[in-house]
């Protein structure tokens, strides 16, 4: 039976007035590739930063492989790629390879000396996200699509249990999103990472994903994607909005 590695019970958030996250409760289990659907404002982004450690839930208990989340030291097993396109500096003077070394700081230390085989680990990361022949290119050279690789590359390289994309097709062109997917997938059955996706891309994903939450400030929906199919369009428009449309 696979381990439960992520747990949110009875969670709840707000800021100031506003309510955000009412009474989250889900499991994620090791190997699940689990997709987060909500519309906009639905508290996705505030989820995942309770997933992150960066804020503390108002009620409620969050575990991350059997540990409380405010005492949980190995964040090196989470690793987190944000809406790249929405933050990113283009000119940043950095190359695909610096790029990548430079996640290896959330496992050796910031101030530590890099390992004698960084360069080599930098190469086997890259080729697994297919840009092992970019490593000398100026990352602001590379497409949407390949600098999001790069970035999963980056956070693949301090070898994560635990894999969070927050809309990582963001500025990808049409062309090369399923290619990016199948890539995640790769990752998930290859290397038995656990992925947790939040995305509006439902029926591009839906053939690679294991698990669908519906969130909306709550959670409406969690379970099998092949439960989800069954789910009426009239019920999940109630639950999103009309935000999301339904995986055939």
């Given at each position: 039976m ?8 009875n969670?709840s ?10 009474d989250?409760s ?7 590739f ?6 906009n ?10 997933l992150?450690?960066i804020i503390?839930p108002m ?6 492989f059997?540990q409380p ?5 190995e ?12 933050a990113?500096?283009s000119?940043?003077?950095a190359t695909?390879?610096?790029v990548?070394k ?5 496992k ?5 000396r ?5 360069k080599?680990?930098v ?5 697994s ?5 970019f490593?000398d290119?100026n990352?602001?050279q590379?497409?949407?699509?390949q600098q999001?690789r790069?970035f ?13 994309l927050d ?9 090369n ?7 995640l997938?790769?990752?998930?059955k290859e290397?038995?990472?656990?992925i947790?996706?939040v ?5 591009t994903?839906s053939?690679?994903?294991s698990h669908?939450?519906?969130l909306?400030q709550t959670i ?5 994607k ?10 999940l428009?109630?639950w999103q ?5 339904k995986?055939h």
């Amino acid at each position: 039976m696979s381990e439960t590695i992520i747990e949110m019970k009875n969670v709840s958030f707000q800021y100031e007035y506003t309510q955000v996250l009412n009474d989250i409760s889900f499991q994620v289990k090791e190997g699940d590739f689990l997709a987060i659907l909500g519309p906009n404002g639905s508290g996705k982004s505030t989820l995942l930063k309770l997933l992150l450690g960066i804020i503390k839930p108002m009620a409620g208990e969050i575990k991350l492989f059997g540990q409380p989340n405010d005492s949980f030291r190995e964040r090196e097993w989470i690793g987190y790629v944000s809406q790249k396109s929405n933050a990113f500096n283009s000119g940043f003077p950095a190359t695909v390879e610096e790029v990548v070394k430079s996640g290896l700081s959330k496992k050796v230390g910031l101030f530590k000396r890099m390992p004698k085989d960084a360069k080599e680990r930098v190469h086997q990361t890259l080729k697994s996200v297919g840009m092992e022949k970019f490593s000398d290119r100026n990352i602001g050279q590379l497409s949407g699509g390949q600098q999001q690789r790069v970035f999963i590359a980056r956070a693949l390289i301090s070898e994560p249990k635990v894999l969070i994309l927050d809309e990582p097709t963001v500025g990808i062109d049409h062309e090369n999103v399923q290619s990016f997917y199948d890539m995640l997938a790769t990752l998930n059955k290859e290397q038995n990472i656990t992925i947790i996706l939040v995305t509006h891309d439902v029926d591009t994903v839906s053939n690679r994903i294991s698990h669908v939450a519906c969130l909306n400030q709550t959670i409406h929906f969690h379970g099998y994607k092949e439960d989800f199919d069954s789910i009426s369009q009239e019920q999940l428009d109630k639950w999103q909005g009309h935000a999301v449309r339904k995986i055939h």
